[in-house]
């Protein structure tokens, strides 16, 4: 379906920007200032009834009077004038739209619902599709557009992330930072008055550069469509979601949000099952699964390796893979005698392995290697890099002893980290980091930069690697 | 008990120091240059067989002949001399030490085991308590002591952890940082061939710094001294606990981590249940409940307000408490009145009480306020903080309005959020924030400094809760 509605929406070369001024307290200049300060390349023409400039830009009283094509409408007007401005560009032939205004159905009483409904009439009458209104914009990375009031996402191939919440589509970047994942796209679709999280499904399948999809759902309006479309998206690439009305109070956020109807649990996680859309229990665990599944090679049966350094952070991992339905299964000796003959007589070779304190990440990287290559694990679990930190304590002491040893001890640090972190694309097995540290370490930005998922506690490496053998599983 | 044993050694006046050279490339020197770097306030004599000065300091043979009063000796030798520096110990009259150096009781075979018979043996002999062997050391905030490879926790009145791994006390600093959590002292106990958890938990009952306690276990050696020094411990402050032996891999690697017997999922879950303390999932929760346990006031009853700027983060909140255990009630017509009375139209104040798009946080500080003092919740959670980053790509823009736009917003922005971190204390009720960014965004870190946690997930904020409400209740 390339010529799905949204394809256009998501990929535009020319903007009309409804809203802005040259008042920058107002919404619409924040937004359309944001907007400039991004790297859309395409053509952007203001709409205003007086100002003849925007920002330095040629501002034009209607749509109808803009003499170049343009492809996407962006609307951030009061609510009341919202569905004459959809009249304009119905006038001006323009058939796509994001309508950021809020003021609709959902604010209870009825005016704002008599305004929805009369926006969907003039779209209809003029073939517009929209997303929105009271939506917080659309990021496209590859078309280099953002429309929020929030900076840009961490872009590149990788998710799309279809939401019923603005601040979880933009608000959430640290999230995905401190994962290493990239955003390719996020839909905020509003009170869906027009487009819906079933358009979504049906067009991120054409998407080459989305690789993993995730929902934020309150509500999901046409069941069937969306189970439709959730199950051929799902055939191409992996789907995800948090769904948050299941409760009373829930419930009545969600329907004072974006006017959503939403159900139980039951009825919603039965929905999810049918769709084939693995669930999330919370916004982290959420956005853990759909990164690893968008970054890591399939997990072809259930047996993880785990390798560390460390005891503790060892036992744990183990521990909550099995809590969580995997197996940990002791190494043949065979491998065992193998592991042994590199490295100290400390180490533990069972698995966990526990190559106990080793600076050098080279042999972590040998052993690593060696497991990968073994065919008695389907996954691994790593623990143990430390990076330059680790000595600037000592550079105190030893002013001048210190920096040939940081020197050796930072390259055999990231070189062993930087080859460690290539393996499972190289021999088509998955593998984790757990790590107390974020971005901060410089380990950890090489791990990240080359794909490989690093998370702060190894129940969340666990449940990660659960979904991947469940979506593995599926696709087998 | 204030002459615990753990006493003199959490707060020594004088080190002996085994196991330090000149050769930075051995681990006894990298500890000992590490705690040079530390603030160590106190005496450090180096004992080193051949050297007369180690790192700029006087070294002695033996402790027998330093000609001043030593309170503890840190041990980082060879495992076969470790008795022998012990016996020098016994013979100088020094009885508190810290057994740094590993190859004992876990390490499989016989040797290992017969060493670690032998150190206690000695100890019994001259009256010396240590910790260890096979462990990372302590960190001791109020003695400015730190004998681990690492850099110091953020310190502070707070929170003690001790821990039968090494990794999860020295490791995890940036954890405890995201969280803006104090630490103040933390004990890695080893192979606990001496003193052990429940020995730390009768120590820890006269800390008066410390006041919230969290156990990473892989298993308990004597379970009746530990039920009851916990049920001690648990009246004065709350403890908290992981336990990662409960599964057939996990108790394989802490058997070849700590020589540490495990036992069933469901005998520990009795003996933490019988012993009061509180269990988390994984580190993070341990984390964030430990904090949660240490910063804020108690929680009267199970009904949460949920405060929001932005729908889908008030949907979550109200989702996860529910989903929880804990209820969002709708507020009485009075308060919503109230709210609505202070609020644009378009706002929401049934409970979420969601602002909308407001960026006065004096306005949310009056609103959590009034909420605050409404006597109809019994907590809150809060979500809507902006920093000035929010104007960052305005600037490209508007270089010259949007200096005074961002000065006044940024003032609105930080006296608000100072305003709301100090509700909890002076009003008597607790609150948690949930934000998607960390301690990289100044509203966060204002809120963190007066002690208000943040949670990165609303299913974290809820968990944490849950955790106040259990306590509060056991504590009535």
Not at 46 to 56: D, T
Request: overall charge neutral.
């Amino acid at each position: 379906v390339k010529d799905h509605p949204l394809r256009k929406i998501m990929h535009p070369r020319s903007l009309a920007f409804y809203g802005a001024s040259n008042n920058i307290l107002k919404m619409g200049s924040i937004l359309m200032a944001n907007l400039l300060a991004s790297d859309f390349q395409g053509s952007i023409y203001p709409v205003h009834l007086k100002e003849k400039q925007v920002m330095n830009l040629q501002a034009y009283p209607r749509a109808q009077e803009i003499p170049h094509p343009v492809d996407v409408a962006v609307l951030v007007l009061p609510t009341e004038v919202v569905p004459e401005a959809l009249e304009d560009l119905g006038q001006a032939g323009i058939q796509r739209a994001v309508i950021i205004s809020g003021g609709f159905g959902e604010i209870p009483g009825g005016e704002g619902g008599r305004l929805q409904k009369r926006l969907v009439e003039v779209a209809r009458e003029h073939g517009i599709r929209f997303i929105g209104p009271n939506c917080i914009g659309i990021f496209s990375h590859d078309a280099s557009l953002n429309t929020t009031p929030f900076g840009n996402a961490p872009g590149g191939k990788g998710i799309a992330f279809a939401s019923q919440s603005g601040a979880f589509t933009c608000q959430t970047y640290e999230l995905w930072r401190k994962l290493g994942a990239s955003i390719n796209q996020t839909i905020s679709v509003g009170n869906e008055a027009d487009l819906d999280l079933a358009d979504c499904l049906e067009y991120l399948v054409e998407e080459d550069n989305v690789t993993s999809v995730c929902l934020y759902i309150e509500s999901i309006r046409r069941p069937r469509q969306f189970i439709r479309a959730a199950r051929r998206l799902v055939e191409a690439k992996p789907v995800t979601a948090i769904y948050v009305g299941g409760t009373e109070a829930g419930a009545r956020a969600s329907l004072s949000h974006t006017a959503a109807i939403s159900g139980s649990e039951e009825l919603y996680d039965g929905i999810l099952r049918q769709a084939g859309i693995a669930k999330a229990k919370d916004v982290e665990e959420l956005f853990d699964i759909t990164w690893t599944l968008a970054t890591l090679p399939p997990m072809k049966g259930d047996r993880v390796a785990v390798i560390t350094n460390s005891g503790g952070p060892g036992a744990s991992m183990a521990y909550q893979c099995e809590k969580a339905g995997l197996r940990v299964p002791s190494f043949s000796a065979a491998l065992q005698d193998k592991l042994h003959s590199l490295l100290p007589p400390t180490a533990y070779c069972v698995n966990p392995v526990d190559i106990t304190y080793a600076l050098n990440l080279l042999l972590l990287r040998d052993i690593a290697q060696i497991i990968f290559e073994s065919g008695e694990a389907d996954a691994a679990l790593i623990y143990g890099f430390f990076g330059k930190e680790f000595v600037s304590n000592l550079a105190k002491v030893f002013p001048d002893a210190i920096e040939s040893f940081a020197g050796v001890q930072s390259d055999f640090f990231l070189t062993g980290v930087q080859e460690i972190a290539l393996l499972p694309k190289q021999l088509g097995m998955p593998a984790a980091v757990l790590s107390f540290s974020g971005p901060e370490s410089e380990p950890n930005r090489i791990i990240m930069r080359n794909g490989m998922p690093v998370f702060s506690s190894a129940r969340r490496c666990a449940r990660a690697l659960v979904a991947l053998r469940n979506r593995s599983r599926a696709m087998q």
